[in-house]
Each structure stands twice: as structure tokens, then as C-alpha cells.
């Protein structure tokens, strides 16, 4: 995935200016900011949430994905995870992947097996499937769901915007190991953290911080130093 | 009378104000009383300020031409068997699950068995039989509709359901006015294959006896008729109904339920809206009683109107009231809801609400809950919300790779689940 002069604005305030960047298969960046500098804008001007203006080049596969529709840049293999998930009432959690995946009759039972099965590793409740998309789910239980879907899907980017928030000891571990598997399968992953705790479980290769409109790229040892000591 | 021929509801609720009840109908003391009633309030009705007749699916279903068939296969009186043998054969195969009636022209059958059955019930003295329909009866509010689906009912049974029973009320093509029409074009008369839908009119009761549990499945479902009815469920002493209703291809019902519930009854209803469908729902609720009644609308092609009177006539009611709906292109929604509280009907709960999603630009709804509270020491709630889809849920499924019009579709599917 490489990011060519990518400029990113939302009401009219220019976030990030002329980003270049690259980023390899089989390698987990971590992305910090201080708060309000634009890190989940970045992650949503990548999927291509239409409030937020892009420029330059994303390119997937030498083809500019800034040109799909945000269902298009899933499909080419993006994931973002959200902070706050919405919550979509009458539709059941594997209803949801159910349609996202177009699984049909015949691999409904196996489908359904296997997600009940991300389920518990997740911690989450077993009749979390029958559940309403996050309706009534707590913090931590929302960002679980939201590992469930990014197992689900298996998209071959996932950028994780703040997936430690609410979740405990447990929780961090888990995510952790669900991204360090994914790296060592050849997947990118982005994860943008405030979190120091999450580095400890977290195999990561590059850093990036956010500093006067723009990512600086930077070593993992000064990523963990950042969010030890504080933004200079 | 009229004679077989293509009219409206209109047209005949004109035709039949102030007409004498027909001599042909006099041996039948219990359609007698139906009729007497529905002539009445025919002759009573004012129309004028009713916010139920405003609507535009309204005046479409009133005015919409039909064929009017003055003789169907339906009426059949030789075959009215007494109530006990209408559910004999579940002592025969207990272990079945599903009993199935048909319903058509204010007449049940049952299709079990080689044969087509009907049945009755209060066929004793008439002084008997007079004293049960009116004491029902009395406790119905007519409409327009009501009045004239009663008016042209055919006969006026019950189906008494003396067991626990789990049923499906369907219109069975196999049996309907259509089959019939076909069977008369065949034969003597001049109308064959129209373009005009034929009318499926009457009046029917069902009576839930003490302490038993029904679970009903309602279906209309016939690919060219228009539905007029005057459903009546009468759920007694400690009883239980379950009922849900569907409407499959069909080109409109216009009608009106009437649900009496005695004290200590509970009853839970789902009903099903795809459009093109004017219902009125009225429960008259006595002591202790639960009600829970559930509305899903889902509106394509076609504008709807849903009406739900609850009427809390005794002490400590429970009345739960959730219609929601999704309503695409230039359709209209319309619901109006009125939870009512008669001065003796103290520690009544009540809570009512209407949730309207609009898919698309041009989408409407029109919604008015009403409470008429007569008493201290209740709690009732009612609201209403109309909104359109919310974006961030339309990007979240967009961001997982679902196309922006499958999403509007889950989301407006979502919201009308029951």
C-alpha cells in the first residue's frame, strides 16, 4: 500500500499535507498523535467517509483506490475498525456478516459454526450472534466485535483506530495476538494507539507520529518512548 | 340486491344505506343480528371529521373498481357442522402441529379431511343466539369499512376455539371468490378474466374460550382480490391469542379488528404491513389484561394506514404499542394510535410508539399518537419519531463492503423487525 503526496481536510481544515508512505505486506505500523491531530480522520479519509476530503494517491495494487466508493475500498481489501461503532437495531451480529459476505444456504451452518467460534475467542457471549449489531454492548464488548468482524472478513489491510480503548488486560493481549497473527501471515496492519500497554503484547515494524500536518515516520523504539514520556 | 357485477366499496355502501336487510338471511338468527347492526351504523355514520377516511389509500381502496359476486362457492350452510367437530381432528393426529381454516365472504372451513367444513356455534334458542352476537356486538365500534363487510357477509360464524390450538386463518385460493368466478365465466355469466380484482367481504369472529391459548397465523393471500373485513376476536376469561398477520399479493385490504379482551387475558399480536392496506385495530381491554400488540411496515410500492385504538376499560391493564416502519421512493406512512382510559381503569400501564425510517427523499409518514386519560394513578408514555436513515450507520456497512443500496435495505429491514 503506498500513500502518494495524500492530503487529507474535514471542514475546511487541512489535517494532513502531502503524506508519502509505504507500506509493506507482513508489517504492522503503529500510528500516534496527540488527541485532535486527525488519526481517525486519516483512517476514515482512507475508507472514504464522504465528510472528509482526500487528495494525491492510495495506491492498492497500482491502482488508486481513492477513486471507489467506500463498499468499493472494502472490497479491494480494507478494513477500518471504529472507535464507536454504531448500533444497527434488527439486524443480528452474524445477520450482518451473513450480508456483508453474501454467504448463502448451503455454507450458512458452517459459517455460522465458525463465527461462533471467533466468538469464544473473543470472549464474547455465545448468543452474541444473535444479538443486535452492538445494540446495548458495552465499550469493550463493541471492540471485540469489532476483532470478531475483522477475523470475519480477513481483509488484507486492517487500520485499527484506537481498539484498546475499554478493553482490559485480557483484551489487549487478545488483540494483540490477533494482529501479530495477521502479520506474520503477510497482512498489513495500521494500529493507531495512545496506549503504551498495547505495545508490550504488539510485534510492530515502523512507527509514525503525527507532527505539524503530517506522519513522520519513525523507529518502534521512539513510538514506545512517545507514549511514555509525551508529545515533544 | 346488486347482482354480480364490476363496482366499488363506494358504490355499494351507497347501494345498500337504508336497503331492508334481504329475506334470504332470515333463517339465519345470528347474521340477522350482524346485519341489523352493520344497517344501523350505516345509517348513523358520519364520516366527515374522521382522520381513518382522510388518508390517500383510503379513498384508493374505497374507490378501486371490483368485481362483486353475489354468489360464491363459500356459502354452503348444509355443510355448518356443530363447534365440537371443527377441531375433532386433533384428537386424531395429536401430534400435529398446525391446523389450518379458510376464511372467505364471513365463512370458515376447515380443509381437513376429504371434505370442506363449516361449523357454528350459539345454534341454540334464539333467544340464546340473540343474546351472545349482541352482547359481542356491543362492545364493537363500526366503521366504514366494518359496516359494510358485515353488511355483506354471507353468514356470521364463530370459530370457537375450545383447545389449545395452533392455526393458520388463510384465504385459500383453492376456494375463493376467484374460483368461483371462474366457474360462473365458464358457465352463464357474461364477466370472464378481468382486469379488476374481486371482493373477499364479511364479517368474522373468533372466540379464544376460557383459560385456552390460540396461536393464529392470519393470512390474506390471492392474487386478485381486495379484502373487506370485520375481524372480531373475542379472547375470554384468563385466555391467551397469539396473532400474527400477513398479507401476501394481494390488491388491498381495507379493514377493521376488533379485539375484546376479558379480564386476566393476554393477547400478543404481530401484523405484518407491505402496503397498499388500510387496518384499524380497536382492543377493548377489561382488568388485568395484557396487551401487546407489534407493527411492522414495509412500504415499496405502496402508501398504508394503520389505526390502533386500545381501549383500557378495567383496573391494572398493560398496554405495550410498538408499530415501526420503513417506508421507500414517494410512499406514505400514515399511523394514528389512541390509548384511551376510562375514570375506572386505575393502575393502568400504558406505552405506545411509532417509529418511522425514511428511506428516501421523497418518503413520508404521518403519525399522531393520542392519549385519553379519564383517571389517576396510570402511566402512560407515547412518541413518535420519523427519521431518515442515519449516515454513519450507512458508512459503517458501506466500510465492511456492502453496497450503499444493500445497506439502506439492511438498515430499513433491521428497523421493522419485530
Redesign the interface.
Known amino acids: 500500500m503506498e500513500f502518494e503526496n495524500f492530503s487529507i481536510a474535514i471542514d475546511n481544515k487541512k489535517l494532513i499535507k502531502d503524506f508519502n508512505g509505504h507500506f509493506a505486506n507482513g508489517e504492522t505500523t503503529v500510528i500516534v498523535g496527540p488527541n485532535g491531530c486527525g488519526k481517525s480522520t486519516f483512517a476514515h479519509g482512507v475508507?472514504?467517509?464522504?465528510d472528509i476530503t482526500v487528495d494525491g494517491k492510495l495506491l492498492l495494487n497500482d491502482k488508486n483506490i481513492l477513486e471507489l466508493?467506500?463498499?468499493e475500498r472494502?472490497?479491494a481489501g480494507i478494513?477500518?475498525s471504529?472507535q464507536t461503532?454504531?448500533e444497527?437495531?434488527?439486524?443480528t451480529s452474524f445477520g450482518?456478516i451473513r450480508?456483508?459476505k453474501k454467504i448463502n444456504g448451503k455454507q450458512m451452518a458452517q459459517e455460522l459454526k465458525s463465527f461462533k467460534g471467533l466468538l469464544n475467542d473473543v470472549d464474547l457471549p455465545s448468543d452474541w450472534y444473535n444479538r443486535?449489531v452492538n445494540v446495548g454492548g458495552s465499550g469493550g464488548e463493541r471492540k471485540r466485535a469489532e476483532m470478531v468482524?475483522l477475523m470475519s472478513?480477513d481483509p488484507r489491510i486492517a487500520i485499527l483506530d484506537e481498539i484498546d480503548t475499554g478493553l482490559d488486560t485480557n483484551g489487549l493481549k487478545l488483540v494483540s495476538s490477533i494482529v501479530n497473527k495477521r502479520r506474520s501471515e503477510g497482512k498489513i496492519n495500521l494500529v493507531i494507539t495512545h496506549n503504551k500497554n498495547l505495545l508490550d503484547h504488539l510485534e510492530f515494524d515502523n512507527g509514525y507520529i503525527f507532527r505539524s500536518g503530517t506522519l513522520l515516520r519513525v523507529s518502534p523504539e521512539e513510538i514506545k518512548d512517545t507514549l511514555t514520556h509525551g508529545y515533544k | 340486491m346488486a347482482t354480480n357485477r364490476i363496482t366499488s366499496l363506494s358504490e355499494l355502501w351507497e347501494d345498500l344505506q337504508g336497503v331492508y336487510t334481504p329475506d334470504r338471511f332470515s333463517d339465519d338468527i345470528a347474521h340477522r343480528v350482524v346485519l341489523q347492526q352493520a344497517d344501523k351504523m350505516m345509517l348513523e355514520n358520519d364520516s366527515s371529521h374522521n382522520d381513518i377516511y382522510k388518508s390517500a389509500v383510503f379513498k384508493k381502496l374505497w374507490n378501486k373498481k371490483i368485481i362483486y359476486l353475489t354468489e360464491n362457492t363459500f356459502t354452503e350452510p348444509e355443510l355448518a357442522l356443530r363447534q365440537p367437530d371443527m377441531f375433532e381432528h386433533l384428537n386424531e393426529y395429536p401430534q400435529s402441529e398446525h391446523d389450518e381454516v379458510v376464511f372467505g365472504n364471513g365463512s370458515f372451513f376447515s380443509t381437513v379431511g376429504s371434505w370442506t367444513r363449516g361449523y357454528n356455534i350459539w345454534s341454540g334458542s334464539s333467544h340464546t343466539v340473540n343474546e351472545a352476537y349482541s352482547s359481542i356486538l356491543d362492545n364493537i365500534e363500526f366503521n366504514m369499512p366494518s359496516a359494510l363487510s358485515s353488511r355483506l357477509s354471507n353468514s356470521a360464524q364463530v370459530l370457537n376455539i375450545d383447545t389449545y390450538v395452533n392455526l393458520t386463518l388463510t384465504s385459500d385460493a383453492r376456494n375463493s371468490n376467484e374460483a368461483t368466478l371462474q366457474e360462473l365465466a365458464d358457465d352463464h355469466w357474461s364477466i370472464k378474466a378481468s382486469d379488476e380484482p374481486i371482493l373477499n367481504a364479511g364479517i368474522y369472529i373468533v372466540r379464544v374460550t376460557k383459560g385456552n391459548t390460540a396461536k393464529i397465523k392470519e393470512v390474506h393471500a390471492s392474487g386478485n382480490a381486495v379484502f373487506c373485513s370485520n375481524w372480531i376476536y373475542v379472547v375470554d376469561y384468563g385466555a391467551t391469542l397469539e396473532l400474527d398477520r400477513y398479507i401476501n399479493q394481494t390488491d388491498g385490504v381495507i379493514d377493521n379488528t376488533h379485539i375484546i379482551q376479558y379480564p386476566n387475558s393476554k393477547v400478543k399480536i404481530n401484523t405484518h404491513d407491505n402496503g397498499n392496506q388500510w387496518r384499524n385495530i380497536n382492543i377493548t381491554a377489561y382488568q388485568d389484561t395484557v396487551t401487546k400488540l407489534n407493527g411492522s411496515t414495509l412500504l415499496k410500492d405502496s402508501d398504508s394506514a394503520n389505526f390502533v385504538h386500545v381501549h383500557h376499560k378495567g383496573q391494572n391493564g398493560d398496554s405495550d404499542i410498538k408499530y415501526n416502519s420503513a417506508i421507500y421512493n414517494d410512499n406514505t406512512g400514515n399511523f394514528i394510535g389512541t390509548v384511551q382510559v376510562e375514570k375506572k381503569a386505575v393502575g393502568t400501564k400504558s406505552e405506545m410508539t411509532n417509529k418511522n425510517l425514511l428511506v428516501d427523499p421523497l418518503s413520508r409518514a404521518f403519525s399522531k399518537p393520542v392519549l385519553h386519560i379519564n383517571t389517576k394513578e396510570i402511566e402512560c408514555t407515547h412518541g413518535c419519531t420519523t427519521s431518515k436513515i442515519?449516515?454513519?450507520?450507512l458508512?459503517?456497512?458501506?466500510?465492511?463492503?456492502?453496497?450503499?443500496r444493500?445497506?439502506k435495505t439492511?438498515?430499513a429491514?433491521?428497523?421493522?423487525?419485530i
Do not use: K
Open positions: 475508507m472514504g467517509r464522504n466508493e467506500t463498499d472494502a472490497q478494513f477500518v471504529w461503532p454504531p444497527i437495531s434488527g439486524v450482518l450480508d456483508v443486535q468482524n472478513i | 442515519s449516515e454513519d450507520e458508512y459503517y456497512l458501506q466500510s465492511l463492503g456492502v453496497d450503499r444493500t445497506a439492511i438498515i429491514n433491521g428497523h421493522i423487525q
